[in-house]
């Protein structure tokens, strides 16, 4: 596995943003995560699905930086911080009786649940919390991210008709129904436990979303508001939320 480079060098790498952030976020035992340093991918190894070989090959690698997951303590301190930001007196106190003892992240996002501008707002501190910390670790581990290459897709030949829309809606449709059902199928099969897990990732893949529309719509009203100002400053000479992860590198 690669060790960082030498001290006052900086390697460069087009860093996958999105898998990183799962990486980092996700700290069950079973996980291991491991960034490529030179494409930026992030490979994820989950105990008893994976080869049991898989970590030997990757140890050996020399292209492979594993990635430690933040930490349940740090991720506690960011519900801390949270807190006082939060302006309703009632649930501010309901948040603080939540993260007392264990269970404290289940209770904390379950008081959420019934507040959707302020658990919007904790989605988009906590996705900006967590892009610091993985800031830090790369810097720490000399490592400057750079953006990811764009794919160029090929035209398609001139003489192939353009697909409609009502056939690329069919497509998706019939695509959702097979994995629906695909799903249905793996579900029948497991058992209660790995059911909580699975309960537990889609309910991550969700906030992830919700965090996502909310930074969008924050910075659609910051742009919003800096015009405005703007066509007032020209006039006459006068004059929601915290903000989520950073585009993509």
Same mark, same amino acid.
């Given at each position: 596995m690669s060790d960082s480079p030498t001290d006052g060098e900086s390697r460069e790498v087009p860093v996958d943003w999105e898998a990183l952030e799962d990486a980092f976020e996700n700290n069950a035992p079973e996980v291991h995560s491991y960034l490529h340093i030179d494409t930026g991918?992030?490979?994820?190894?989950?105990?008893?699905? $994976?080869? #049991?070989?898989?970590?030997?090959? /990757?140890?050996?690698?020399?292209?492979?930086? @594993?990635v430690d997951p933040v930490s349940s303590r740090e991720q506690y301190r960011w519900m801390e911080r949270f807190i006082p930001m939060v302006e309703d007196p009632e649930l501010s106190e309901k948040l603080t009786r939540a993260?007392?003892?264990?269970?404290a992240f289940r209770r904390f996002k379950d008081v959420l649940m019934a507040y959707g501008p302020e658990r919007e707002r904790w989605f988009a501190f906590r996705s900006?919390?967590?892009?610091v910390f993985m800031e830090a670790w790369l810097a720490t581990h000399h490592l400057s991210p750079v953006p990811r290459p764009v794919v160029a897709?090929? $035209?398609? #030949?001139?003489?192939?008709?353009? /697909?409609?829309?009502?056939?690329?809606?069919? @497509?998706r449709g019939r695509s959702a129904d097979t994995l629906r059902k695909?799903?249905?199928?793996?579900v029948d099969l497991l058992g209660t436990r790995d059911l909580e897990k699975v309960?537990?990732?889609?309910?991550?893949?969700?906030a992830r979303r919700a965090a996502r529309g909310f930074s969008s719509r924050s910075e659609a009203s910051k742009d919003e508001v800096d015009t405005s100002e703007t066509e007032s400053a020209d006039s006459d000479d006068t004059s929601p939320s915290s903000s989520q992860r950073a585009n993509r590198g």
């Open positions: 991918e992030v490979l994820r190894v989950v105990d008893g699905i $994976a080869d #049991p070989e898989m970590h030997a090959r /990757i140890a050996s690698d020399t292209s492979y930086m @594993r993260i007392d003892g264990k269970g900006e919390r967590l892009r897709v090929p $035209a398609p #030949p001139t003489d192939t008709p353009p /697909i409609s829309q009502e056939q690329l809606s069919g @497509r695909q799903l249905k199928e793996l309960l537990a990732f889609t309910e991550f893949v969700k």
